[in-house]
């Protein structure tokens, strides 16, 4: 099957602002999903509210657009009663960090089998511009004119802590390996978690000085290096992009499966 079999063509274009990186996010997951030759039916994807979660609108999958920050939370629920299903969860800073952030945690301490998409646009893009979880001390924002004074969440140690067993992070720059890396995150059975630092020109660019997408996606580039580059070792302050942690830990669905089978032949 073609990536452009899984695209709900009648609902493009897209509603998203010229040079969003959300887009190319969209292209990288249908790349993977085209590798791995998985069905549409054999796919629910699972959304919120914001910028990010109109994904879902643009995919020829099961899909559920529900409640801000509780993606996850439906999304267990369709993967505890079909487990065999495929679940993607994309999600922006509100939806994964701020309302939605208890279910987050809750989620990669299960270890339930879901990869999660956190696009990180460090904003609240589709209402108005609001700083976010992932913004960061002196951002530009609506809500702060004068500058932002909270410290950022780091989603990956976040992820790391709460027992997500594969935790990566990419960026819309750096498409190629960021469709590589969703292959490797649905392929995973348990939590897993992606990282994309996607561009948002219309607010956090223009707010901050960042000038356009270009520029932006400049940025990410020079900004990111592969974790255990001698870049990396060089200039700490350089964020890292790969797969941080991959590993192998009992799976939700399959010990739920266990204690039914237990209580069923007591």
Known sequence: MAAKDYIRERFFPHLWCPGCGHGTVLNALLRAVESLGIGKNEIVMVSGIGCSSRISGYLDFHTLHTLHGRALAFATGVKLSRPELNLIVPMGDGDALAIGGNHFIHAARRNIDITALVLNNRIYGMTGGQYSPLSGAGVLATTAPYRNIDRSFDVIKIAEAAGATFVARSTTYHARELAKIIKQAIEHKG?????????????????????GALEMLQLFKEQTASIGSKAMQEHPEIIGRGVFVNKKAPEYCQEYEAIVARATSA
């Open 191 to 211: 939590f897993s978690l992606v990282e994309v630092m996607s561009q948002c020109p219309t607010y956090f660019g223009r707010k901050n000085q960042q000038g």
